[in-house]
């Protein structure tokens, strides 16, 4: 018996999305990669939210990026970890199917910026300079 379904036979564009997902955890929570022939992605969910992580990208631009590039770190509950520059989010998970899509992992905060620059801002430069 479903809980909360948005629709009777889970028919709906959102069910069907949904249920590609409980497809791609039966796999092992792994998606096909979209390159020909690449590895395949992770499935991550955190929160209640969905991930795919694709792996990190240091030639494609920031903005064609998930979240323009920026860098997440997953821990997932057999406590190995992810790190990728490349996330897709698909979205917050409907609570009708937590039960079949419960959270396999967890991201860890980003290690704060120190306040200071623990050497001077040209330093890098100076020394290209002189050579
Ligand atoms: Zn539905």
Redesign the pocket.
């Known amino acids: 018996m479903l809980d909360q ?3 009777t036979n ?7 999305f949904w249920n590609e997902k409980v497809a791609w955890a039966a796999n092992g929570d792994l998606v096909a990669s979209r390159l020909p022939g690449g590895p395949n992605d992770r499935v991550a969910r955190a929160g209640g939210w969905h991930y795919v992580i694709r792996p990190m990208d240091h030639t494609t631009p920031p903005q064609f990026l998930g979240f323009g590039g920026r860098l997440f770190t997953f821990r997932f509950n057999d406590g190995s970890e992810i790190s990728s520059n490349n996330v897709m989010c698909q979205g917050e998970i409907p609570a009708h199917f937590r039960d079949r899509l419960p959270d396999n992992a967890a991201i860890i905060p980003v290690e704060p910026r120190p306040k200071t620059i623990p050497f001077g801002p040209l330093e890098g430069l100076t020394t290209e300079n002189t050579r």
Not at 10 to 16: A, G
């Open positions: 379904s948005c629709c889970e028919t709906c564009f959102d069910c069907r």
